[in-house]
């Protein structure tokens, strides 16, 4: 930061662009004194004299030095406004915090923020409130960093993960299994202390009790990630098929519009087509692919190609196969395909007699029934997505989910160490050896919840928010 903890801070705390309200945001211990500076109450109270957590018709002018000043002109006047003030430590930041709320214009905001800093306040640095909130111990490293997924949530699923890590129900866990950890590590280093006393801390198979206790939950938590991931960020999900069994009409239909093109010509389709859906909660985006066949075309040739990259980067893969038809040997290649990818089988034309025969598919409930024509059995597919994607252990609903590629990699140094330090233990190796990787477990989660923290990591976290939170 170019200043410190003691300078008081503000910025727009609302997006940019025109809206009915906009906020100009102050924090520090200083905030009123500035909005004494710039505001004055419609009753003509001083500022100082305001309650806590109280809301005040004010008008904001450029700055004066007595709230109380008659010769305060009205062509300096900026806007109408409310103004909120709340007293420390019952803020978002844990200091002072006042917040003007004015009309939403980029220029009356713009004029408002420049009137804070000319009464003695400086512009916020990217995620400062945030940071604050942190170093004064309102939130967690990790419940700040769900500030922001909060406010970059792209679905439901990503929303309710992220208001999760905001209540602090990672942090709950994470601490839950550092806790334990640390009280190893008191109990095996006072043994190491008294070894002449002959006084006995933690047996070798309560340590290994408590290593293993660990190791579940940060095991539990690492597991996790994959699914977080496509909670947080979208799930690629690609349509297979020959040509002309419906691909294209599927994909409109789950898009409800019409994006790629329909025609009862063969090969329609020659490049992947690309959009992004939420389904049950849950980002897609949907990839349509051109019909897998041997073929002489060129064109189409390089559509095949592009399919089967497509299918490789692929979170979950849609087999679609003509019910109304007998199957080919390209629908025999693809159905292949699902059996040893994550997939779910679409038979599509369900209102049409089936001449698929008996047997012909062993993936039991992964297949599904459906009429892109009608659109029986789309809800079915919805629903059969979210599932594949996001399992009940990982479901933003039911359990806590890891999103974020720093949680991901500190919990997975905390388990290796963890496995480490059991099979040391299990083998009778000294407890200075154990001790070790019980503090690299140990520090690996504190970075999580930020009891362990460096600068270059909290700038790296911090930089990536907008100024105004």
Known sequence: ????????????????????????????????SVAGRIARLRSRKPLSSLSTHTVH????????????????????????????????????????????????GPVVLGLICEACIAAGARMAEPGEFTKRAFLNGRLDLSQAEAVLDTIQAKSKAALLAAQRQLRGELSHEVEAARSVLLMAMAQVEAGIDFVEEDMTFLSREELLGVLTKAWEIVHRLEATRLEGKIVRDGAKVVILGRPNVGKSSLMNRLLKENRSIVTDVPGTTRDVIEETVELSGVVVRLVDTAGIRETSDVVEQEGVKRTNAARESADLILVVVDGSDPLTSEDREVLRLAKTEKSLVLVNKCDLP?????????????????????????????????????????????????TSVRHGAALRRAAEALKHSIESAKEGFPCEVITVDLREAADALGEITGSISSDDVLERIFSSFCIGK
């Open 1 to 32: 930061m170019r200043g410190g903890l003691e300078d008081t801070i503000c910025a727009i705390a609302t997006p940019t662009g025109e809206g009915g309200v906009g906020i100009v945001r102050l924090s520090g211990s200083e905030a009123l």
């Open 57 to 104: 018709l004010a008008e904001v002018f450029l700055p004066f030095e007595e709230v109380s000043a008659p010769e305060v002109r009205s062509r300096d006047r900026l806007d109408e406004a409310l103004l909120v003030y709340m007293r420390a430590p019952r803020s978002f930041t844990g200091e002072d915090v006042v917040e003007i709320q004015s009309h939403g």
């Open 354 to 402: 089936s001449k698929l025969g008996e047997g012909w598919c062993e993936l039991g409930e992964r297949v599904i029934c459906v009429s892109a024509k009608s659109g029986e059995g789309l809800d079915s597919v919805r629903e059969a997505i979210r599932r594949q994607l996001v399992s009940a252990g990982g479901d933003a609903h039911n359990a806590v989910v890891v």
